[in-house]
Structure formats: structure tokens, C-alpha cells
């Protein structure tokens, strides 16, 4: 089991920047690989980006390319997403998320309750 808990949300300008960030809790969690994905209301999660267990592989969204970044720190049991040049589209709940590998990320594992960002135009 792993237990995911975001911070670092929040209401920002269109151009800002936020760094969100996911505390990961549990015996095993630095061996697994973590993301975000984000939702709107009425539409269906969608994948953000993804990073494996060591931190060598990274995926991401063509939506969110150049802009987010994402990291980890296992000493700390962390995951990073830092997002620039915000634009309101990026408006939504984010949720981190962990699974055994991106592959597997992708169709779902363990998750975070979310975190509100808002960006305003």
C-alpha cells in the first residue's frame, strides 16, 4: 500500500508558475513510479506526466511539454511537478499517482486526494 497526499495548489495568473508537490507514505514507495494527472468537472482524468522510480525516465503530455517539469526525490519520498507559463486551461483538480511502472501508471494505481489550480486569464 501506498498513501499519496498533494500540496502546493492554489490560484495563480495566466503566466505564473506553482510547484505542487506529493508526499508518498509506505514501505516500498521510493520504488515505485509517480505522476499526476488532472481532471475538470464533467471531463475524464487525463495523464500529465510521469516519472519512473529512479528518476531517468519522464513522460509527459504534449499539452504540458516544455512548460511542467516533473521530479523526485526519494530521500524524501517525493514527487515534484513544477508548472510554468500557466494558462486557464491548465485549470483543474491534480492528483498524483503511483504504480509499478509508467506503463502501469497510465492505466491507474494509487492515489492522491487532489489538489485545486486554478489559473486565472
Known amino acids: 500500500q501506498v498513501q499519496l497526499v498533494e500540496s502546493g495548489g492554489g490560484l495563480v495568473q495566466a503566466g505564473g508558475s506553482l510547484r505542487l508537490s506529493c508526499a508518498a507514505s509506505?514501505?516500498?514507495?521510493?520504488?515505485?513510479?509517480m505522476g499526476w494527472f488532472r481532471q475538470t468537472p464533467g471531463k475524464e482524468r487525463e495523464f500529465v506526466a510521469a516519472?519512473?522510480?529512479?528518476?531517468?525516465?519522464?513522460n509527459y503530455a504534449d499539452s504540458v511539454k516544455g512548460r511542467f517539469t516533473i521530479s523526485r526525490d526519494n530521500a524524501e519520498n517525493t514527487v515534484y511537478l513544477q508548472m510554468n507559463s500557466l494558462k486557464p486551461e491548465d485549470t483543474a483538480v491534480y492528483y498524483c499517482?503511483?504504480?509499478?511502472?509508467?506503463?502501469?501508471?497510465?492505466?491507474?494505481?494509487?492515489w492522491g486526494q487532489g489538489t485545486q489550480v486554478t489559473v486565472s486569464s
Open positions: 499517482a503511483a504504480a509499478f511502472s509508467i506503463v502501469a501508471l497510465k492505466s491507474g494505481g494509487y
Open positions: 509506505g514501505r516500498t514507495a521510493s520504488s515505485y513510479a
Open positions: 516519472i519512473s522510480w529512479s528518476g531517468i525516465n519522464t
